[in-house]
């Protein structure tokens, strides 16, 4: 008698379970959102410092109040139109943020037929001032190498080099500039990058400078809380899922 050789049954290979994949995922996009999130303000503490205006001198552009990040500099890259954070000891010693206009080597003079500000003859349209200088408050100076000549955008009511011109003409020297402002960082509903001015581009010399990292960092640090949050939202919402199947199922 011929004996049957039983041949066990061949079982399918398990699958993946799709949970583990989605856990994965979730994984990944937390650990990428974390790291943007902490890239991206790593990277603005290092290069930035807040500092809050505490007048109208900077008007329109910049309010009372307003909490502004700045780019940290040693000054000798300061342009024509950057708007700076500085101490002047000549001037009270107080950290004070202004507009720069002029460079050393530059004559600056107020004011042509319109009414503009001229640096090394040629008109200057600051269409962000809040008004023109007015004739009553005509100057000329030449800068010394080294120094530069700042004013407030807010002609009427800034003490700026125009205060000061029988002190160095009027001039702060270029190392006593410590930052550069980029941003406004508050209150929530001004929180903007701050243009780069073009209006001297016209004069040949330094222009204004061209902004930092803070945009993208700025980005990468809110894009990254973002993920964060909704992958482990999304994580939230599989659990759940998942645990109305199995109750559906018991």
């Not at 050789?5 to 996009?29: C, D, F, H, M, Y």
């Not at 410092?49 to 909490?67: F, H, K, N, V």
């Not at 930052?179 to 509903?189: D, K, L, T, Y």
Request: proline letters at 6%.
């Amino acid at each position: 008698m011929s004996s049957v050789t039983e041949r066990p049954v061949a079982t399918p290979a398990a699958r993946k379970p799709r949970r583990n994949i989605a856990s994965a995922l979730q994984g990944v996009a937390i650990a990428v959102g974390f790291a943007m999130l902490v890239g991206g303000f790593g990277l603005i503490a290092l290069q930035y410092r807040p500092y809050r205006i505490p007048t109208t001198s900077m008007s329109p552009t910049l309010q009372i109040g307003d909490t502004v990040l700045a780019r940290k500099t040693d000054g000798a890259s300061v342009g024509r139109g950057d708007i700076v954070v500085f101490s002047e000891p000549l001037w009270g010693g107080a950290t004070m943020v202004k507009r720069v206009v002029a460079v050393g080597g530059d004559t600056v003079a107020c004011c042509d037929a319109g009414g503009h500000l001229t640096v090394n003859g040629v008109p200057v349209d600051e269409a962000y001032a809040d008004e023109r200088i007015g004739p009553g408050a005509a100057f000329s100076t030449t800068v010394p190498e080294g120094r530069i000549f700042l004013l407030g955008d807010s002609r009427s009511n800034s003490l700026d080099s125009r205060a000061h011109l029988d002190v160095a003409s009027g001039t702060v020297a270029a190392s006593d500039v410590v930052a550069r402002v980029e941003g406004i960082a508050w209150p929530s509903a001004r929180i903007m990058a701050l243009p780069r001015t073009t209006a001297f581009d016209a004069v040949k010399g330094p222009k204004a400078s061209k902004h930092g990292l803070l945009v993208p960092a700025s980005y990468a640090a809110v894009g990254g809380g973002a993920l964060v949050l909704l992958a482990g939202a999304a994580g939230w919402v599989v659990s759940f899922g998942h645990w109305v199947q199995r109750r559906r199922r018991g």
